[in-house]
């Protein structure tokens, strides 16, 4: 059937976000797996379970998932080894009036995986790590201003440096700069234009583009130069690029860094690390809540790192994943696309580009894109993120869903009837970080 927000497919998706909505802002946790993000009438919005690769949505419905839950599943949902840490944690206590051991020893594992850790201390969210390094970077330089390149979480420090900063006070959103990922004019800018202010630069040191020119060496260098220190933002990459991290794969130390996300396989938990003279920073400045210390997701981050290890789970993300950055590099060539999509990124963290087409928006693109890979059981919103539980057989299945979906969006754009194919109000741009 055609016409926006009725889809029997996703009958028990559709009627679920009408009651969540009643109880729920948005009826999600998360803006990213909200309706905004996703076409009502042509895209499930719950989901049942998971199982390895594959997500099963509320209607029974089954996807090879390359959302991975926005990257914290590296190793697949539901994986045996890590059900097994949880089980065992939880049958002692998920959290205890004390600190645990285990603490130390998650603690000294990341020490030894991950180049600037000197140091650890523990968050739940990617968002608690980066103001963490923040707030040490303004205590050790006694300085106010940031520089952000990327996206580095929710809170008012930088979230109020982007087009979603209602309720961020005008003054806060005054202390953070922003600059521009292999431009390093634009730094050297803006320590001239505030010189003696700037307490540190944070970035996501590999995203979608990658560093040229030198980029991360000249910018730590700048940095340094300006008494100001380098954060990488590796909440992303961290536990999921080739080495465990962008500064493993890179060979660019930073002072600081974040990491969160996959550390756990989905379990709700992130670090700041960094060098020790800073970390020991933070006996005075105060970092701590009342889950710090919960120990299943502890357990959940020593069951992964471990197993990340020893199934060299890394490579095998970025062998599979660079089949699949390849097959899809082909199939745009192949079906005549490559003026308006391209695939950028690491093998492990991909992003499929849309611009803008003389017949149809680039929003208009992705959703037909979206609602033909739902419709054939991949679930892909443009981004790739892989997990060790994607196999080349799922990478097969893959590139022959997007066979069939680059030819349906090469037709229309050519017939100059996208809008008509649709089943569901196209998305609408509302937020652009990277
Ligand atoms: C690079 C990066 N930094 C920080 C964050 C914030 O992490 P969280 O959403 O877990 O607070 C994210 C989340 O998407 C991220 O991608």
Redesign the pocket.
Known sequence: MHGPGHNQRYAASESWLARAERSIPLGSQ?F?KSRTQLPIGASPLFAERGEGPVLIDIDGNRYIDYVCS??AITLGYNDPDVNAAVVAQAQKAVIMSLAGREETLLAEKIIDLIPCAEGVRFGK??????AGCVRIARAHTRRDLVAVC?????QDWYIGSTARHLGVPDSTREMTKKFTYNDIDSVTALFRAHPGEIAALIL?PVAFEEPRDDFLHKLKDVAHANGALLIF?E??TGFRFPGGSAQAMTGVTPDLA?I??GMANGFPI?AVVGRAELMKLMEEVFFSFTMGGELVSIAAAMATLDKGREKKVYDQLASVGQVLLVGVRDLIARHGLAETLSIVGQPSWQLIVMKDHASASSFDLKTLFIQECMRRGVFAIGIHFLSYAHTLDHVRQTLAAYDEVFAILADALKANDLRRRLDCEPLVPLFKVR
């Open positions: 998360t990213s926005l990257g969210n990617g968002s608690d790590a980066t990327g996206y580095h979480g929710w996501e933002d909440v992303v974040a969160g996300k992130s």
